[in-house]
């Protein structure tokens, strides 16, 4: 199982934004499999992403948790809602890394979507400047609130044009490539990359 990543790139706003929406993007790995597997299985394994992105501090995660035990059905709704946000994101990704233009019927849905959840969000006047914060610490959304902005940003953003699918047929995460020259193949070099150059080379020995 992959646990590690390359270097990610500097910190700036919008590698922060591309770093969080990959990662909830690649909660579901091996998609092209008949063995995908789920990383968004119960509402505790999106807390986990939120917080790893560091949309939510651990407390605050805890909080949602122990609410989201008392409101069971709720949190299987926000689970659900969550993995659809994801394939309609996935989807767009794949047309734009085909230099297509998304679905009418993705954009409709994924435009429906990221604006219900940008609505709950507000300025505020934090360190002598405006900021965008969200209220609702006990919403149980909340951790969808965060990735429709972040989502929203990187697919208005340049960057959106460096978001590339691994090339390796058993995984189908996606990455940032950050190569002068776009030439980037795999999310991660060491796993990926390497698991097709042992099977090119068994393949040349047949």
Same mark, same amino acid.
């Given at each position: ?28 790995? +091996? #998609? ?13 394994? /999106?807390? $986990?992403? !939120? *917080? %790893? ?74 360190? +002598? #400047? ?13 951790? /969808?609130? $965060?990735? !429709? *902005? %972040? ?56």
């Amino acid at each position: 199982m992959k646990t590690s990543k390359t270097r990610p790139p500097a910190a700036t706003a919008e590698n922060v934004d591309a770093t969080r929406v990959l990662a909830f993007v690649n909660t579901l790995s +091996a #998609r092209a499999t008949d063995t995908p597997v789920e990383g968004l299985a119960s509402y505790e394994s /999106l807390v $986990e992403w !939120a *917080r %790893a992105s560091a949309i939510l501090r651990a407390d605050d995660g805890e909080r949602l948790i122990e609410r989201s035990r008392r409101r069971v059905a709720e949190a299987e709704r926000v689970v659900h809602r969550a993995r659809q946000l994801r394939e309609l994101l996935h989807e767009t990704f794949a047309a734009l890394a085909a230099r297509k233009s998304p679905g009418a019927q993705t954009l409709e849905s994924l435009s429906a979507q990221l604006s219900e959840w940008y609505q709950h969000g507000r300025l505020v006047v934090a360190d +002598a #400047r405006l900021q965008w914060a969200y209220g609702g610490d006990e919403d149980l959304a909340r951790p /969808l609130w $965060e990735a !429709a *902005r %972040a989502a929203t940003r990187l697919l208005t953003s340049p960057r959106i044009a460096r978001v590339r699918a691994c090339d390796a047929p058993d995984c189908g995460w996606w990455f940032l490539d950050d190569t002068r020259n776009g030439s980037r193949r795999w999310c991660d070099m060491k796993v990926c990359g390497n698991r097709d150059k042992v099977r090119r080379f068994r393949e040349r020995q047949r």
